[in-house]
């Protein structure tokens, strides 16, 4: 379902930040790309969503070339995953609830539709009571998991999280990892980028290990 | 088919909240654009009523054909010709100016009575003006030509200048309404580029996430298009409400002030089509400014965003 061969990554400026990387996961997976910070976990994940593209080799998502994907083509691809941004890309100017509507929007949802997709997606990250309220004045947990709400509202086939525990305490942390579990258990292919070993060790994933842009044998 | 309603009912709806969420920056650039369209239009406006005014005066004198006789001509030449111009279907009336009046009038009318009275003898012909019942410009130089060689005859005038003069200040006019037109349908595009430009700088958090999240270029765009399009219309309405403002006072002070001997007419009111126009004109022009801009601003976010 997702296959990295011999994929480069170089930044204009000359860093290179994924060096011949080739993995491949199949559909409904738990994977888990682990490195420290500057090792292209985050590079890889931006070249799954086609947010970059590779410099050499090919990303297979699905059976598309997402390398070779013409601009018009990119969005639609993007509707297949599910993003959960290290730094939440939430919008403080609207509601809990018009945050997680606006992939709905996007992809064309009718109002009643969305509404009942919404209030099912925050119930389950356990923010329905919250609908109303402005990012702002949520706890950067409670962010967290409106960005994760955000991100499966669509019912993705994918779901990408960059560093999802990042600034979390433990607690937080390993209920965002239920979370996590509770979506591969019903097909998801979850991919998270992450050096959090709490996290690893309670989900069991499988693991890309990056060092230094290349894959760790 | 719903989708896609739906989606242009949600740019519309969008548009409308940032309309109403800076109401105080929407006046303004609604009030630049209402003025700068309400310069041609107010124009149109006004050379459209000279034209209507001109054309009903020129239509109560009606082009004129002057037939001067010669100078060798008698009395009874002139009422030969006269009988002539009589039995012709051609002419709807006509009016015999003899010599003697004719210097009478000219004496009154120039000033130059001494240096008239000091000259030896009438130097001016009888005359007749002929008014035709078809006022075609060939049918008029039809007649001239034939009246010109009935027996007598020295000359026959055509006296069209003032009309074509007329015709050639409208048509000046006219230009001067299109130039001015052009210049402002520029400065309304650029108004619509530069807010949506300030729109797209303000949501570049929103514009960025939206389409991180799938969201196609045609879904950012719709939006923005539909606020220049609105823009353009408010734009529109403010400089129709300003010009027929403007007739109106305009017409109360001829009303009031003139007599109506004096300024004998009222400007008219703008009129359905040009109405129609002005509004098309604006919305279009609103979301062509609109669409440059977006097209500009968010493909140079994208690569600000790498």
């Known amino acids: 379902m997702i296959s990295f061969s011999h994929v480069s990554k170089r930044y204009p400026g000359g860093h290179e930040a994924l060096k011949d990387v080739s993995f491949a996961l199949n559909a409904g997976e738990l994977a888990f790309v682990t490195g420290h910070s500057g090792a292209g976990k985050t590079t890889l994940l931006k070249l799954l969503a086609a947010i970059e593209r590779p410099s050499a080799g090919s990303v297979v998502v699905n059976g598309q070339n997402v390398g070779a994907l013409g ?21 403080f100017d609207r509601s809990a609830f018009d945050n997680v509507a606006l992939p709905l929007e996007i992809a064309g949802y009718g109002g009643n539709d969305i509404a009942k997709r ?54 937080y942390a390993i209920s965002i990892g239920e979370l996590f579990r509770s979506f591969n258990q019903i097909g998801v292919t979850v991919i998270i980028a992450s050096h959090d070993q709490t996290l690893r060790a309670q989900l069991n994933p499988q693991v890309i290990a990056l060092r230094h842009g290349s894959v760790e044998p | 088919m719903t989708a896609w309603l739906t989606q242009h009912a949600r740019g519309l709806r969008a548009a409308l909240a940032r309309f109403a969420g800076a109401p105080f920056g929407s006046l303004f650039n609604v009030l630049v654009i209402g003025f700068a369209l309400a310069l041609p239009f107010g124009f149109y406006v006004a050379l459209d009523g000279v034209q209507t005014f001109a054309l009903r005066g020129l239509d109560a004198s009606g082009p004129q054909l002057s037939v001067f006789m010669a100078l060798d001509a008698s009395r009874d030449d002139a009422a030969g010709i006269g009988q002539q111009l009589g039995r012709d279907p051609r002419v709807a009336k ?8 004719a210097l009478q009038e000219l004496k009154q009318s120039s000033g130059l009575a001494d240096a008239i009275d000091s000259l030896p003898q009438n130097p001016l012909p009888d005359a007749f003006v002929v008014v035709a019942s078809d006022r075609s410009s060939a049918a008029l130089a039809a ?54 430009r300030l729109q797209i700088l303000t949501q570049r958090d929103e514009i960025e996430v939206a389409k991180l999240i799938g969201a196609t270029d045609a879904f950012i765009r719709r939006p923005l298009l539909y606020f220049g399009v609105l823009l353009g219309l408010a734009g529109g309405g403010a400089a129709w409400l300003l010009v027929v403002g403007g007739v109106a006072l305009l017409n109360h002070e001829i009303g009031t002030i003139a007599q109506p001997a004096v300024i004998p007419f009222q400007f ?39």
Not at chain 1, 71 to 91: C, E, I, M, S, T
Not at chain 2, 94 to 101: D, I, L, M
Request: charged share 20%; net charge positive.
């Open chain 2, 94 to 101: 006509f009016r015999f100016v003899p010599r003697a009046q």
């Open chain 2, 268 to 306: 008219g009111y703008p009129g359905f089509n040009a109405s129609v126009i002005l509004f098309a004109a604006a919305a279009a022009l609103g979301w062509l400014g609109a669409w440059l801009s977006a097209g500009r601003h968010i493909a140079l976010l994208e690569a600000e965003s790498k």
């Open chain 1, 71 to 91: 601009p018009r083509a990119v969005p639609f691809l993007r509707r297949n995953f599910g993003l959960v941004f290290q730094d939440h890309k939430l919008l």
């Open chain 1, 118 to 171: 919404v209030r099912a997606a925050l119930d389950k990250v356990g923010l329905l009571r919250q609908e109303r309220a402005l990012p702002i004045t949520l706890s950067g947990g409670e962010q967290q998991r409106l960005c994760i709400a955000r991100a499966i509202v669509q019912r993705p086939a994918i779901l990408l999280a960059d560093e999802p525990t990042g600034n979390l305490d433990a607690d």
């Open chain 2, 143 to 196: 007649l001239r030509d034939e009246i010109q060689v009935w027996p007598h005859v020295a000359y026959v005038q055509l006296d069209s200048a003032w009309a074509q003069r007329l015709d050639a200040l409208l048509r000046i006019g006219r230009f001067a309404t299109a130039l001015l037109a052009a210049v402002f349908a520029i400065v309304l595009a650029a108004v619509a580029f530069n807010t949506i």
